[in-house]
């Protein structure tokens, strides 16, 4: 869904990385950010036991994930390296993001196997491109909607781990559905 937000995004996230250019940052520095950041977060929500101060890195370091291609475009280096690199370091921050829960007090079992749904909403794009299928902005929860969803329960946590539990079923609900969406989408393109 959120793809869908990427040309309005444009307005504001095309400033901010033609100002980068400028200063000298690159799309893979940025993106290698994005992971540090992620790294970061990590650590504080481990040392500190509460999201609270781990949704700001987390936020930055999507904003970091949006402005890296950006940068690669206006600097008219994109290519097939920074989207390589950009992909994978995605599924390490996807890993870190949603590991985190199991320092909040969520079922650790649960949050592995919601780290494997979102691996393989994302391993079901990477198949289905490479057999020609578009799968971009196909399923109900993309990488977009994951993050927002993951910064909503770690910001409500401290404040109703109630509520942030019914977040939690929710995003696992929602990301099994779009493994059956995108598992449906390639199946049904070719011949069986
Ligand atoms: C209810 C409240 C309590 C709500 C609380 C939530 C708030 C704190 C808001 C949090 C916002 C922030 C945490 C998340 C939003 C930013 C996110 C949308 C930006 C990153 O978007 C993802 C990025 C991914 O696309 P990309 O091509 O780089 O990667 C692909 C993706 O990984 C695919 O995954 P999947 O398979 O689809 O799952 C892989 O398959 C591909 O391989 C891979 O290439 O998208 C980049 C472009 C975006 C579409 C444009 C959106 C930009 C944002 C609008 C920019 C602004 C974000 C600010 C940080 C928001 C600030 C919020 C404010 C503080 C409230
Ligand atoms: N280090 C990078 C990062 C990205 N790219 C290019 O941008 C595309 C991803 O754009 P997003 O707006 O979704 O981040 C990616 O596919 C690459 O083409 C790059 O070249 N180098
Ligand atoms: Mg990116
Ligand atoms: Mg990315």
New binding site residues.
């Given amino acids: 869904m ?2 869908r ?2 040309k ?2 444009k307005k ?2 095309s400033p901010i990385a033609s100002a980068l250019i400028r200063v000298g940052f690159t799309a893979n520095a940025m993106t290698l950010t994005g992971l540090a950041l992620a790294v970061v977060f990590l650590l504080v929500v481990w040392a500190t036991r509460n999201a609270f101060y781990g ?1 700001a890195l ?3 370091s ?2 970091a ?2 402005l ?2 950006e940068i690669a475009r206006l600097s008219g280096k994109a290519g097939p390296f920074g ?1 390589f690199l ?2 994978s370091l ?2 390490i921050e ?1 890993t870190i993001f949603i590991s985190s829960f199991a320092l909040l007090g969520f079922q650790p079992l649960l949050v592995s196997l919601l780290v494997g749904l ?1 691996l393989s ?2 391993y ?3 198949k289905a491109e490479s057999l020609g299928v578009k ?2 902005g196909k ?1 109900i ?8 969803f ?3 329960i770690l ?2 946590s401290p404040l109703s781990f109630e509520v942030a539990t019914v977040l939690f079923y929710a995003l696992f609900v929602l990301s099994a559905v ?1 493994v059956v969406q995108r598992f449906l989408l390639v199946s049904s393109a070719f011949p069986k």
């Fill in positions: 959120i793809t937000l990427r309005e995004s504001l996230i949704v987390l936020i930055v999507s904003l994930d949006a890296d291609g989207s950009d992909s995605d599924r996807d979102s909403i994302s079901l794009r990477a799968a971009e399923g929860i993309e990488r977009g909607e994951r993050l927002i993951v910064a909503a910001l409500v779009t």
